[in-house]
Structures are given as structure tokens and as C-alpha cells.
């Protein structure tokens, strides 16, 4: 693709990149057949090809976004099926990365759309916080419906995803779990937001997991968000501190007992923390530590799998549905490693139709664009439908919650399967379906009362 900017304009280092990215772009339309709100809606603007364009034009012109190109901006979900398409190596994701950083800057959203988004922001980022917004949503989940008919989408879509019971709030742990078994390694576990409140168990088995195959785990004091959605908002300064925050407490851990990896159990965080070095490349005090960070930093599904000695106590040769979050499949081209984790413990892996579309979960997106991310949930539900799983497994706690939240088949994260294969309990979604934590396989507690009862 051909660009016309200035010499002025090259001299600021993202327009530079931006104009490296658009000419690597060939117009073949590769990326439509992969883009989620293409397929949806059938709108060139709203496949990358056509955002590509109005990006281009809206930066080349150097002006201030207008509310036609901030529509179909808003509408990406930087799923980033994409980038794993196009055969000329177009980097989507720090193009649009860039032209969300220039739509904040210059475009005055309406206030309704600020408040929501600096609410999403404040309130997600901070594990207290955020506890306590669920807690409050309990209160009002039944308006949702109300909040609908008056055209308040966004927060009506924040209640139905609210969770009925909020889990029980961890108890204080120490900040390094010891190895259990011979010290083999040294890591760091992102404690997360989100996950942290809404799923706690997810962190809890990779920490039962790693130190029961030899590796100490820290949870380093001083870590936070890791600006992910900061830096999905356009929010750049906001998404940098985070990242530079994070970076100075890992460094200090790194060069105090040393870690040899900063495992994460949620892809939409790894994806971040795998660009940092790219993000801050440009920090005079940064720069070098960012790469450090970006370079050592792994999911969770990464480190385990390369573990080759894993203790299996059972093998639960249960039926499973691998949803590959999109950051994690696209973001981090990390494909292999689940299902190879997840096999080798004795699970019976089925693909899901259409697997490359996003469920619509994409950070806040499900609750910025409701009507798209339900949309994409059904289809994504129906596709998993078709293999007739008995559990779904997501890497990601958005897609979790956001599977979940129009499915009863129990929806868990692969690492809960792997501490249960290795001698950890059963994963609490599944409790309700009666699954035998002894021995693996499926038994309901029906069945053993109608045998019970015929002796």
C-alpha cells in the first residue's frame, strides 16, 4: 500500500511504524475471511482491510477522528485472527493499537461513553474495587432488562455478566510458595485483576501445579494491572505507567533471587506483557528492562507443557472443548502447547467449528458492544454445541466468563485440569455435575443413588 506523509510527520517514531505497517499491506482480503465483525456484518469498514484504510487517511491527513472512523475502530475486537492470516505480515495489532491512541487524543466521546469507559477502567484494574462493584451489581442484576429498554446497553451488559455468588475472598497468603517436591526453577505468577476476584481458583492450581513439580512461585509485592486495558482504550500514558510499574517490581525480584519466567494464567495479560519491550521501546530508562520482562514472560499452558515429567495421579478421560482465546491463538501464536498439556493428562480433545472466531469477550468489548459480543457468544455456543463436550476449557478469564454466561456445560481454565490430573481436586465449576474426583470419570450423583438403591 502506497502512503503519502510527510518528512515532519515520519520524524515522530509511531508514524513511522504506522507507515511501515500500511505498506506492508497487499489488499489481498485474506484478513476478511478471519475477521469476526466481517463475517458478522459484511461491511468492508468493518474488516481490517477497511479499517486499514481509514486509519491511513485519518493519520495521513493528521487530523482529528471523526465519529464514522471511531465506530469502526470501536468495533474491532483486536481478536487478531488477522495477523495469523495475512500472508504479508501486517502487524493489525500495533496499527490499531496507534489509531486507538490517536482517537483518545483527539476525539470527544459522548459523556455517557467516557463515564462508562473510565468506570470499566477505575474499577477493573483494582481487585477491591472491583469486588465490591460485583457485590453492588447483585443488588440491581434484575433491572438489566430495564436498563435495555432505555437504551443503557453498556451497563445492562455489566450486570448480566455479574456473577450471581461472588467467591469468597482469598485469605492472605504469603508472597513465595515454596517448591514441594526438588527445587527445580524460580517464577514469577501474574496475581491479575479480574481473575483474581472472579475466579481465584485458576491462580491457586498453577500455584499447586508449579510447586509440586519443583518450581518456587512469587507473587512479587508492588505488581499491578498490567495496562492491557489501558492500552486497548487508547489510553497510552495510563497503559505505560502500569507496564513501568510492573517492570521496576520484576526487575528487582529478577536481579535480587532471580526468576527465570513471569508465568500468567490469562493470555489477554500475556499478550500485553509480550509487547512491552515493543511499547516502551522507546523509554530512555525503560527500554532495555521492558525486553527483559517481555522476553522471559510465558503463559501458563507455555511453561507447563514443557515440563515433560508431570505426575499424573489420574487421567480423567473426559470429553473437552478447547476454546483457544483469541489473544493467546493470534496475540501470542501460542496453539500447540493447551492441547498438547491437555492431552498428555488423559483429556479427549474436540476442535470447535469456526475456532479461529472470537466469542466475543475481547477485555470490556462484551460490555462497550453487547449486541456484537452476544452475537459472537451464540455463535461460538452453537459451534461448541456441535462437538457435544462435557466441559469447555478457555485460557483466558474474559472468554471464561464470557462462555459461561450462555452455556451450562462448566466452563474452566486448562491449568484446573492439569492441577486435578495431578493430584489436585476436581475444578469447582464442575462439582455440580456430579464428577468423581477419585478417579476421573463422569458420575452423577443420581446415578448412584438409583444403584444404591436397587442393592
Not at 518456587?216 to 500514558?237: N, P, S, T, Y
Not at 508465568?263 to 530508562?285: E, N, W
Not at 483469541?326 to 469456526?354: N, W, Y
Request: proline share 6%.
Amino acid at each position: 500500500m502506497q502512503t503519502s506523509f510527510s518528512l515532519a510527520q515520519l520524524a515522530d517514531p509511531d508514524i513511522s511504524e504506522a507507515d511501515k505497517i500500511l505498506r506492508a499491506c497487499v489488499h489481498c482480503g485474506f484478513c476478511t475471511a478471519t475477521c469476526p465483525t466481517y463475517v458478522l456484518l459484511g461491511d468492508e469498514d468493518d474488516s481490517p482491510r477497511g479499517r486499514i484504510y481509514l486509519i491511513k487517511e485519518m493519520l495521513e491527513n493528521a487530523e482529528p477522528a471523526c465519529r464514522e472512523v471511531v465506530k469502526h475502530i470501536d468495533r474491532c475486537l483486536s481478536c487478531l485472527g488477522c495477523m495469523t492470516t495475512c500472508p504479508s505480515g501486517v502487524h493489525y495489532m500495533h496499527l490499531v493499537d496507534h489509531a486507538r491512541a490517536h482517537v483518545e487524543r483527539t476525539y470527544r466521546r459522548p459523556l455517557l461513553d467516557r463515564m462508562v469507559r473510565s468506570a470499566l477502567l477505575r474499577v477493573m484494574t483494582d481487585p477491591k474495587l472491583f469486588r465490591r462493584a460485583l457485590i453492588a451489581a447483585l443488588l440491581v442484576k434484575p433491572i438489566a432488562p430495564l436498563l435495555d429498554l432505555v437504551r443503557l446497553r453498556p451497563l445492562a451488559a455489566m450486570l448480566r455478566l455479574a456473577p450471581w455468588r461472588i467467591p469468597h475472598r482469598n485469605p492472605a497468603t504469603p508472597a513465595v510458595f515454596p517448591a514441594v517436591s526438588p527445587r527445580r526453577g524460580r517464577v514469577a505468577l501474574l496475581s491479575g485483576c479480574v481473575a483474581n476476584v472472579l475466579r481465584p481458583d485458576i491462580n491457586q492450581a498453577a500455584i499447586r501445579v508449579l510447586t509440586r513439580h519443583g518450581f518456587e512461585v512469587v507473587q512479587v509485592r508492588d505488581e499491578g494491572c498490567c495496562g492491557a486495558l489501558a492500552h486497548h482504550m487508547g489510553r497510552k500514558e495510563e497503559a505505560h505507567a502500569a507496564a513501568c510499574r510492573n517492570i521496576s517490581a520484576w526487575s528487582r525480584e529478577i536481579e535480587a533471587e532471580g526468576i527465570e519466567a513471569i508465568v500468567t494464567t490469562a493470555s489477554g495479560c500475556g499478550t500485553t506483557m509480550k509487547d512491552y519491550g515493543f511499547m516502551l521501546r522507546h523509554h530512555p530508562d525503560y527500554a532495555a528492562p521492558a525486553k527483559r520482562v517481555a522476553d522471559i514472560s510465558r503463559d501458563i499452558s507455555e511453561f507447563i507443557n514443557k515440563i515433560n515429567d508431570l505426575n499424573y495421579v489420574t487421567r480423567p478421560s473426559l470429553k473437552v472443548a478447547y476454546h483457544a482465546a483469541c489473544s493467546l491463538a493470534h496475540g501470542q501464536r501460542v496453539t500447540t502447547a493447551p492441547k498438547e498439556m491437555l492431552s498428555k493428562a488423559g483429556f479427549v480433545l474436540k476442535d470447535i467449528p469456526e475456532s479461529h472466531l472470537c466469542c466475543g469477550s475481547a477485555g470490556t468489548y462484551n460490555m462497550l458492544q453487547p449486541e456484537l459480543a452476544n452475537q459472537l457468544r451464540d455463535r461460538k455456543i452453537a459451534n461448541i454445541d456441535e462437538v457435544m463436550p462435557e466441559l469447555i476449557a478457555a485460557g483466558n478469564i474474559g472468554c471464561i466468563t464470557q462462555i459461561a454466561a450462555g452455556t451450562p456445560i462448566p466452563v474452566v481454565h486448562p491449568i484446573e485440569l492439569i492441577d486435578w490430573a495431578t493430584g489436585g481436586s476436581a475444578p469447582k465449576a464442575l462439582e455440580r455435575t456430579g464428577w468423581s474426583d477419585a478417579i476421573g470419570d463422569r458420575r452423577r450423583v443420581a446415578t448412584v443413588e438409583v444403584e444404591a438403591n436397587r442393592v
